[in-house]
């Protein structure tokens, strides 16, 4: 089994279903922040349909994924690309807070050394 292809699903929402789903692994996240994962998640298929998921890679980086069954003609891809755009952009402080969260918690690393690292690159950026 190739462990660098696994990702871990941390929530998602389907259209078909009308279902959403939280990953309990991950009860450690504030509700504020699961509150919001459940708002992106479901408005995201309201508005494009399908099936759509927030995922950590095995680094921690977080991933959107996309799919849509073979016979749902009402599934838009290009407005779905344009929203995972938007939600990246729009949400990317909350993305770098989860990958943190992800990286401590369940990578195990160290939290100084996150933290210096992101510092480093803040300053960088300016």
């Given at each position: 089994m190739d462990m660098c292809d696994e990702k871990i699903v941390l929530c998602?929402?389907?259209?078909y279903d009308r279902k959403y789903y939280f990953n309990e692994k991950f009860k450690g996240i504030p509700e504020?922040?699961?509150n919001e994962l459940h708002?992106?998640?479901?408005?995201?298929?309201?508005?494009?349909?399908?099936?759509f998921t927030i995922e950590f890679e095995q680094d921690g980086s977080i991933s959107m994924r996309t799919e849509f069954a073979d016979d749902d003609f009402l599934y838009d891809e290009v407005s779905s690309g344009l929203l995972v755009?938007?939600?990246r952009r729009k949400r990317?402080?909350?993305?770098?807070?989860?990958?943190?969260?992800?990286?401590?918690?369940?990578l195990h690393e160290s939290a100084d050394v996150l933290l210096e690292e992101s510092g480093e690159l803040s300053e960088g950026q300016e």
């Amino acid at each position: 089994m190739d462990m660098c292809d696994e990702k871990i699903v941390l929530c998602g929402a389907n259209a078909y279903d009308r279902k959403y789903y939280f990953n309990e692994k991950f009860k450690g996240i504030p509700e504020s922040i699961q509150n919001e994962l459940h708002i992106i998640c479901v408005l995201f298929t309201e508005e494009v349909g399908g099936i759509f998921t927030i995922e950590f890679e095995q680094d921690g980086s977080i991933s959107m994924r996309t799919e849509f069954a073979d016979d749902d003609f009402l599934y838009d891809e290009v407005s779905s690309g344009l929203l995972v755009g938007e939600i990246r952009r729009k949400r990317q402080e909350l993305f770098e807070s989860l990958s943190l969260y992800y990286r401590v918690f369940v990578l195990h690393e160290s939290a100084d050394v996150l933290l210096e690292e992101s510092g480093e690159l803040s300053e960088g950026q300016e």
